[in-house]
């Protein structure tokens, strides 16, 4: 199915509407919200409700975090030795202690890798990571999380139903509609620092100038306008999308979505203080209010507490074991603006946010109706370089699922002694996306379809990761 905003809106009121709703709504908001009119019920064998990702971008590296390996050739070893988790057997390294302790949630995927060549770069491989698609498909692909929303909606009424938080950098520019329409799109919160208490949501609030009455007095003229026109015409069947918009723009929900103060100190120190975990709870907090498809993205802002951390993702190319900054010259092999992987700003801060999401979600009963998914575009070579860094590595990594019933405690799939290639149970981002689908109870064999009609088969042949169903 496709939807377009047909040209035939009473072209005759375009320029009403520009005076009436221009900067306070714009098209794209309500379309937003036409979207979730259009969506079609599951199949019934759904086990999520909604999808929360943990798009942690860069290339995390798995023999450090995931996968430890201390058999690995002690001149390219990582000083972070394994440690025991909460499931005997399961060993995760030591910059995951708090993660470890909820391991029984958790299925972690040790066999990820890309079957096709490409997609090593940070740009092709979020996108690859984002859609479940090669970014070489002759047709580009749009978002898993636009798929999802388009054919199911979104139970919040007052929010878009696909949401990325903070969405800068690679993610930025990685995400795509492809062959959907633009009203697809993922909204993006935008924000440098979400634990900023000045940070809030600006695109989802009015103009100062245009709040309160005058807001009220412009939906009365909307709806004046519309009064002269058939009901057969599709202003009719756009008016309550621009009602939803208006709701939007006035709903005190949607302020608190978005506030972290009326959350409680405890729930704070749960996730962590800073940036990370102020993003991994507003994460939760728009899956609590029934957001369906929510990727949450995290690159810590450069602060006087890290000076020379202009560029805190994962991409460790240099010193990746330092236990300050990597550096701000780019001098060696382009890992310049990073801390080492140890520091809080990266792991210890991760680590705790993580385990604090986990732990939120079950104690609110979230976690069983919600699959959580923390990924990342690629891994790390086995083998560190002159620089003391690890590079881009497409061949082996690890992703980890937890929620809407995947069985917890378990590892998928095996890498060799120096986590370099995957020796059983591989899988790629197309399974990946695949098991997300799987698990909405979206029916991967009906194609979409593009505005010429041309069916669109998005799940490219992918069955999901076995195990996790």
Not at 227 to 232: P, T
Not at 234 to 247: I, K, L, N, P, W
Not at 330 to 339: P, T
Not at 443 to 455: C, E, I, Y
Request: aromatic share 8%.
């Amino acid at each position: 199915m496709s939807f377009t905003v047909s040209p035939n809106i009473a072209v005759t009121r375009r320029r009403a509407l520009q005076i009436g709703t221009t900067g306070i709504l714009g098209l794209s908001l309500p379309q937003w919200l036409a979207l979730q009119a259009q969506a079609a019920a599951g199949n019934g064998r759904a086990a999520a409700k909604n999808v929360l990702v943990i798009l942690e971008q860069g290339g995390l590296s798995h023999i450090d975090t995931w996968d430890p390996k201390p058999e690995a050739p002690v001149d390219h070893r990582s000083p972070h030795r394994p440690i025991d988790t909460n499931v005997p057997g399961i060993q995760f390294t030591s910059l995951l202690p708090r993660t470890s302790q909820i391991a029984h949630h958790l299925s972690v995927i040790r066999s990820m890798w890309h079957a096709k060549s490409g997609a090593n770069g940070h740009p092709d491989g979020t996108q690859y990571v984002l859609s479940g698609s090669h970014p070489s498909s002759p047709l580009e692909m749009p978002d898993i999380g636009c798929i999802a929303t388009r054919l199911l909606g979104s139970d919040c009424r007052e929010l878009p139903p696909y949401i990325m938080v903070p969405g800068n950098h690679e993610q930025h520019a990685a995400t795509r509609t492809g062959f959907l329409p633009a009203a697809s799109r993922v909204f993006k919160t935008g924000g440098r620092d979400l634990s900023d208490p000045q940070w809030q949501v600006a695109d989802l609030r009015p103009l100062p100038s245009h709040a309160g009455r005058r807001l009220e007095q412009r939906k009365q003229i909307l709806t004046a306008l519309d009064a002269g026109f058939s009901r057969g015409n599709e202003v009719a069947g756009m008016e309550r999308f621009y009602s939803q918009a208006f709701d939007t723009l006035t709903s005190s929900r949607v302020d608190q979505v978005f506030n972290l103060a009326n959350e409680s100190v405890e729930t704070r120190d749960l996730y962590g203080q800073g940036h990370r975990g102020a993003c991994y709870l507003v994460g939760r907090k728009l899956i609590e209010a029934g957001v369906r498809f929510v990727t949450v993205d995290v690159r810590w802002p450069l602060t006087p507490e890290v000076p020379g951390g202009n560029n805190l993702n994962w991409d460790h190319h240099d010193l990746i074991y330092t236990s300050a900054s990597c550096g701000t010259i780019r001098d060696k092999a382009g890992g310049e603006g990073r801390y080492g992987i140890g520091h809080w700003v990266m792991m210890g801060s991760t680590d705790h946010a993580f385990a604090g999401l986990i732990r939120d979600l079950d104690q609110r009963g979230l976690l069983a109706e919600t699959l959580v998914c923390f990924v990342t575009e690629f891994g790390r070579t086995p083998r560190l370089n002159k620089f003391q860094g690890r590079d881009h590595w497409t061949s082996a990594y690890s992703i980890v699922l937890a929620g809407a019933g995947v069985p917890g405690g378990q590892i998928i799939g095996q890498t060799d002694e120096e986590g370099g290639h995957v020796l059983d149970a591989p899988y790629t981002p197309e399974n990946y996306a695949a098991t997300i689908y799987e698990k909405l109870g979206v029916d991967r064999s009906s194609p979409l379809h593009t505005n010429t009609n041309r069916p669109v088969f998005f799940s490219h042949g992918a069955e999901p990761i076995r195990g996790v169903l």
